[in-house]
């Protein structure tokens, strides 16, 4: 077994209230100098910046994992994880289809900028990408798990898009057996006042700067023997769905 220091909840410069500054380059180096071994890519309903990231992820010895941060009807936020790059990619193209179309502005939300994995421009998504998606709450565990993927309630301790301040209790109806805080901190009041004693508790930095990583924190032990990483990735969602 391996301890992998974990940040499931990280922002590139593809989120627009994202630095500019992270890009998956630096991302990726600035885990490794916080002893983070195992990243989350997960913009604002895209996915779109997880190639380049994977790319980075090998320089530095990071195993990454494809990702989102789904905002849906109700305004919530909510992690997505998918088991491979080309699932994320294809997530992320059915939630293209179900989002509500502003236009971007740049100067008031910032850029949305794409890379590739030696940090160059690409592209720009021209359509805001924070605003909330046609996707309900509770359809969100069916329409990830159609992709492989798990996902659970973002940052439940925060005000912000978090489910328990939109709705005022954890949607136990909606079937997240995982639940993410911001602040490890707030742990067990949050797992006795909203009965979360069944959910497994991650906790994320939701990072939008780079000095926002998680450094060694909180871990998963994995057996990642023969090494890969893509099988640490692997056995890292038996973990999740085990639970």
Known sequence: MTHYYYDFHVH????????????????????????VTLMALT???????CPAFFEAARRYGIVPVAGMEL??????HVVCLFETLEEALAF?????????RIRNREDIFG????????????????DLLINATT????????????YRGICYPAHIDRPANGCIEILGEFPHYAGFHIAELNDAANKEAYIEKYHLQDLKILVSSDAHYLDQLREEN????????PYSSALVRRRLFEYLRSL
Do not use: F
């Open 12 to 35: 590139s410069c593809l989120s627009p209230c994202g630095d500019n500054d992270n890009t998956p380059n630096n991302l990726a180096g600035m885990a490794s100098l916080n002893g």
């Open 43 to 49: 913009d604002h309903n895209s996915s779109r910046n």
């Open 71 to 76: 905002t849906t009807a109700e305004d919530i």
């Open 92 to 100: 992320n193209d059915e939630v293209d289809t179900r989002r509500i």
């Open 111 to 126: 850029e949305q900028l794409i890379l590739n994995g030696e940090d160059e421009i690409i592209g720009r998504e021209e």
């Open 135 to 146: 996707i309900t709450l509770d359809e969100a565990p069916e329409l990830v798990k159609k």
């Open 218 to 225: 909180d871990y998963l032990d994995i057996d990642d023997e």
